[in-house]
């Protein structure tokens, strides 16, 4: 598993513990074929890695970081209420320094915010960003 | 409306050695650079309509600009009246701009400004070290 892989993998994982988060035959993930059911809430995570640099003076530990995006998606013709529920609780599993591993990675929040609800033509988008560092050996 | 979020701490303060000003301008010109040419391109219209304002909203007509270049010396004008306690405001009128930065439910987000945003202790940091040895 490459590092990106590990960093992916556990904020995937923390996302999905919470409560409401959409089963995991209504999350598109990255890299995999997905067909939303319609009528049905589902969810996207997405890995938006975005700078490197080193940590150390000898140059040898670098930091990693960068955002990684929580949509959810609802059905348009249901209000607001049950999305703000479960967006609000994505926010809440990525609570400020929270360390997720796996394996030996080590992935720190360092916050998750909401942005205003999107209406789409099909849905109503609910996007949630949180901020990541890694500190690999 | 994403604001920027840093901060000094004392001793960074201090050897600004009260040029606050040259130091506000520095951080807002790397952004503004950095933000512009993080912009997705496909015919440059999205990175052509970027705007900025002191105190006020930014907006304007936006034109293909590939490579940024008209964008980022457009938004940099604006700090020659920057005065300490301006509010300074970027933004794309593109309509769309939303949808690239967020994503939809066809399309993956870029989040091109966030990511940026994202680094904004970062340079800070720097600008803080090029205007304390200036």
Not at chain 1, 44 to 55: A, D, E, G, I, Y
Not at chain 1, 105 to 117: D, E, G, H
Not at chain 2, 10 to 39: H, M, P, R, S, Y
Not at chain 2, 112 to 124: C, M, P, S, T
Request: proline residues 6%; neutral net charge; contains cysteine.
């Amino acid at each position: 598993m490459s590092l990106i892989s590990d960093i992916r993998g556990a904020l995937q994982l923390q996302a999905r513990t919470a409560a409401g988060f959409p089963p995991d035959n209504q999350i598109d993930y990255e890299g995999k074929p997905f067909s939303p059911t319609i009528g049905t809430p589902w969810a996207r995570m997405t890995l938006l890695n975005n700078s490197r640099q080193p940590f150390s003076l000898d140059g040898l530990s670098k930091i990693t970081g960068g955002l990684f995006q929580v949509d959810l998606f609802y059905p348009i013709d249901k209000g607001t209420a049950d999305i703000d529920v479960v967006a609000d609780a994505v926010v809440d599993a990525f609570p400020l320094n929270r360390n997720l591993f796996k394996g030996t990675t080590r992935v720190s929040i360092y916050y998750a915010q909401r942005a205003p609800l999107l209406q789409q033509p099909d849905s109503i988008h609910a996007p949630i960003t949180v901020s990541w560092r890694c500190f690999p050996n | 409306m994403i604001k920027v979020d840093f901060k000094l701490d004392d001793a960074q303060f201090e050897k600004l050695n009260g040029k606050v000003k040259e130091f506000a301008v520095e951080v807002i010109q790397d952004i503004n650079e950095a933000v512009v040419q993080a912009t997705p391109v496909k015919t440059g219209f999205l990175r052509g309509s970027w705007w900025a304002a002191l105190n006020a909203e930014a907006d304007g007509q936006g034109s293909q600009d590939p490579s940024g270049g008209t964008a980022i010396a457009r938004m940099n004008l604006t700090l020659a009246d920057l005065k300490i306690g301006d509010v300074y405001n970027a933004q794309n009128g593109a309509n769309y701009a939303v949808f690239i930065e967020f994503g939809t439910s066809k399309i993956r987000p870029r989040a091109f400004v966030r990511g940026v945003l994202d680094r904004a202790q970062e340079f800070a940091d720097a600008a803080a070290v090029r205007v304390s040895q200036s």
